[in-house]
């Protein structure tokens, strides 16, 4: 007995050593490219610097704090995120729920459903938001349709020209590209789903309303709040859609995010003390949203 749990041990250390090799450059990897990167900003952000100096950085101590917190600029930012991340992750849960649960009923043409929606979601930001550039021209796709809805021609809408279409015309572009990617998690929660329950309703004489909302969203509740984080983090990282629009003419202060603000106070105005300020308020941001999230599906794991 004590031989074979010598050999079981024997093993159980040479697989760990073994797993150890394969984990550690993966380790090594994003230890150098995620934590690195971090630390330096914090860092960094207790020093004055300027990019393109080559003088030494001095310490200030919370001065770069105090000035970003109360830097008008900066609360612009933080309204154009919530305002952003508000009005594309809401619809985003809601519709890609609605689309899941369209889907997982169309037996024959699922595959082809979710293709198309997730088709966009292979494209880079930069590209996606290219195509949109061009359907929000004043001659371009969008004006054609809505002028068409409204029975009137030549009208153009200003999508890239006016503070709050330009507001609306980033969060169509978010919307588009990540609604398959977020249908697809919620079709996976779907299908964890047992039939018997279904059928057992079905048996009791619910209807498909009665069974959505009283079967399907609580068993589904771990996935909403997965997608609803995820989301919420995917659109307070949003920075291609932002930037390609200003570049093309966009007024910036109704779009101007904080990842945006970041890469100008950085990149244009060479400060780079205060641009890790902001990068770390939004790094804690997202850090508590995601202790968030795992304590909300620790809490709402589900046997069926």
Avoid: H
Avoid at 84 to 105: E, H
Avoid at 136 to 154: C, D, E, K, M, Y
Avoid at 171 to 191: A, E, Q, R
Wanted: net charge positive; glycine share 6%.
């Amino acid at each position: 007995m004590t031989a074979a749990k010598k050999r079981n041990g024997g093993l159980e250390r040479k697989l760990a050593r073994w797993g150890w090799c394969f984990v550690t450059p993966a380790v090594l990897f994003f230890s150098l490219f995620s934590f690195y990167p971090i630390i330096n900003a914090f860092i960094m952000s207790f020093y004055r610097k300027s990019l393109i100096s080559l003088v030494r950085p001095v310490f200030v101590g919370l001065s770069n704090y105090m000035v970003v917190l109360s830097s008008p600029g900066f609360w612009n930012s933080v309204r154009a995120t919530v305002t952003f991340t508000l009005g594309t992750f809401i619809p985003l849960v809601v519709v890609s729920l609605l689309l899941a649960a369209f889907i997982t009923t169309q037996k024959g043409m699922a595959r082809m459903w979710q293709l198309m929606f997730y088709s966009p979601a292979v494209l880079s930001s930069a590209v996606a938001a290219l195509i949109w550039m061009i359907i929000f021209q004043p001659t371009g796709l969008a004006n054609q349709i809505v002028n068409t809805l409204l029975l009137r021609g030549g009208v153009d809408m200003r999508w890239l020209s006016n503070g709050n279409m330009v507001q609306f015309s980033t969060m169509m572009v978010y919307f588009w590209k990540y609604i398959g990617y977020f249908t697809i998690l919620f079709i996976t929660g779907l299908s964890k789903i047992p039939t018997g329950i279904y059928e057992g309703a079905r048996v009791d004489g619910a209807g498909r309303i009665q069974t959505f909302f009283k079967i399907t969203l609580p068993l589904l509740k771990p996935t909403t709040v997965m997608v609803s984080i995820m989301a919420m983090l995917q659109c307070l990282k949003t920075f291609s859609t932002q930037y390609l629009f200003v570049q093309s003419g966009a007024p910036r202060a109704p779009v101007d995010v904080i990842t945006l603000n970041i890469y100008t106070t950085a990149m244009r105005e060479y400060n780079v003390g205060r641009a890790s300020v902001m990068s770390i308020l939004l790094f804690l941001t997202m850090l508590i949203l995601t202790v968030a999230q795992f304590r909300f599906s620790r809490s709402d794991d589900i046997s069926y």
